[in-house]
């Protein structure tokens, strides 16, 4: 806060822009722009699963961290409460998420992938009234080998796959996946989200 008082600018106070110099107010614009900028950047490359989330005194003075869980989403949790990641996809081509047996979301407690609209970030309306899908799903089907295959699109894949379909708009949504209690691997990386593969 020193450095911000330097510019007038203090906790419960107005700043008066009109008090400083042209040129430190462009400079401070600049600034901002870069700020902006740097964001921009980490952002191609950050995923909410990076520990992004937690209290002042977790996250420290690490403001780019805090700057991209403001971004990403505010209020989540803390990754040893949860892990979160995700994909955008585009709902008018059928896609699959494959988890083998070994490779199941390593949740302590329960996990989930949750369908959002885009731009808006809603939940998507659809026929089965299936919001989100994951272990607690009535009904959902593994295979033989205890592996674990997710149908994400607009059109159902077939009666006898809907009971693993995540309905999506025709149109560009987001696909949120969220590990409640996460074991080490998916704490330090070792486990990742598949990747959506072209159903087709």
Same mark, same amino acid.
């Given at each position: 806060?020193?450095r911000?008082?330097?510019?007038?600018i203090?906790?419960? &106070?107005?700043?008066? #822009?009109?008090?400083?110099?042209?040129?430190?107010?462009? $400079?401070?614009?600049?600034?901002?722009?870069? #700020?902006k900028? $740097?964001?921009?950047e980490?952002?191609?490359?950050?995923?909410?699963s990076?520990?992004?989330?937690? !209290?002042?005194?977790?996250?420290?003075?690490?403001? +780019?961290? *805090?700057?991209?869980?403001?971004? &990403?989403?505010?209020?989540?949790?803390?990754?040893?409460?949860?892990?979160y990641?995700?994909?955008?996809?585009?709902? !008018?081509?059928?896609?699959?998420?494959? @988890?083998? #047996?070994?490779?199941?979301?390593? $949740?302590q407690? @329960?996990?989930?992938?949750?369908? /959002?609209t885009?731009?808006d *970030?809603?939940?998507?309306?659809?026929?089965?009234?299936? /919001?989100?899908?994951?272990? *607690?799903t009535?009904?959902?089907? /593994?295979?033989?080998?205890?592996?674990?295959?997710?149908?994400?699109?607009?059109?159902?894949?077939?009666?006898?796959?809907?009971?693993?379909?995540?309905?999506?708009?025709?149109? *560009?949504?987001?696909l949120? $996946?969220?590990? /409640?209690?996460?074991?080490?691997?998916? +704490?330090?990386?070792?486990? &990742?989200?598949? #990747?959506?593969?072209?159903?087709?």
């Amino acid at each position: 806060m020193a450095r911000f008082a330097k510019i007038g600018i203090e906790p419960g &106070k107005p700043w008066d #822009a009109s008090k400083v110099e042209p040129a430190q107010l462009a $400079a401070i614009d600049q600034g901002v722009d870069d #700020a902006k900028a $740097a964001m921009a950047e980490v952002a191609k490359t950050t995923l909410s699963s990076n520990g992004l989330f937690g !209290s002042r005194d977790l996250l420290k003075d690490d403001y +780019m961290t *805090r700057a991209m869980g403001a971004e &990403k989403g505010l209020f989540g949790n803390s990754l040893e409460e949860a892990w979160y990641g995700g994909v955008v996809g585009d709902g !008018s081509k059928q896609t699959v998420l494959h @988890f083998p #047996a070994d490779q199941l979301p390593p $949740a302590q407690f @329960f996990w989930s992938l949750t369908l /959002y609209t885009l731009p808006d *970030r809603l939940l998507y309306a659809n026929p089965l009234k299936r /919001y989100s899908i994951g272990d *607690r799903t009535k009904g959902l089907v /593994y295979g033989k080998d205890k592996s674990l295959t997710i149908y994400v699109g607009h059109a159902s894949p077939g009666k006898d796959k809907e009971s693993n379909w995540l309905p999506t708009p025709d149109a *560009r949504y987001s696909l949120v $996946a969220r590990v /409640y209690g996460p074991e080490k691997s998916a +704490m330090d990386g070792t486990w &990742k989200l598949p #990747a959506p593969q072209d159903a087709n």
